[in-house]
């Protein structure tokens, strides 16, 4: 059973940075693309970022191109999501997902359904 805990999450002020981290267990892990999504209050799940599974392609909402980056570890079954120059509107609860089946891409057109596994999330809220 695949199980992915996100962590990093927290409190910061406009302009300031976080870096999320997914931990990702029952799954082989170096053949999934990895994603992050993030739900604000009262909206829908929205696409943040992908990383094919060994690392060489990724995709960005136009939201966060520029500032956000996505990398992963396959090593430590790990998957990260670094945030820069972050703004209120960033604020929402980060979940981190896989694709719905290995050496499958996903990425910002994908429709939701393409994406399988999703972890619990982490409150991420940025103040003025």
């Known amino acids: 059973q695949v199980q992915l805990v996100e962590s990093g999450g927290g409190l910061v002020q406009a302009g300031g940075s976080l870096r999320l981290s997914c931990a990702a267990t029952?799954?082989?892990?170096?053949?999934?693309?990895m994603a992050w999504f993030r739900q604000a209050p009262g909206k829908e799940r929205e696409f943040v970022a992908a990383?094919?599974?060994?690392?060489?392609?990724?995709d960005y909402a136009d939201s966060v191109k520029g500032r956000f980056t996505i990398s992963r570890a396959n090593a430590k079954n790990m998957v990260y999501l670094q945030m820069n120059s972050l703004k209120p509107v960033d604020t929402a609860v980060y979940y981190c997902?896989?694709?719905?089946?290995?050496?499958?891409?996903?990425?910002?057109?994908?429709?939701?359904?393409?994406?399988?596994?999703w972890g619990q999330g982490t409150q991420v809220t940025v103040s003025s």
């Open positions: 990383i094919n599974w060994s690392g060489r392609s990724t």
């Open positions: 029952g799954l082989t892990f170096n053949t999934y693309t």
């Open positions: 997902a896989t694709a719905k089946g290995p050496m499958r891409w996903v990425g910002v057109n994908s429709p939701v359904t393409d994406f399988g596994s």
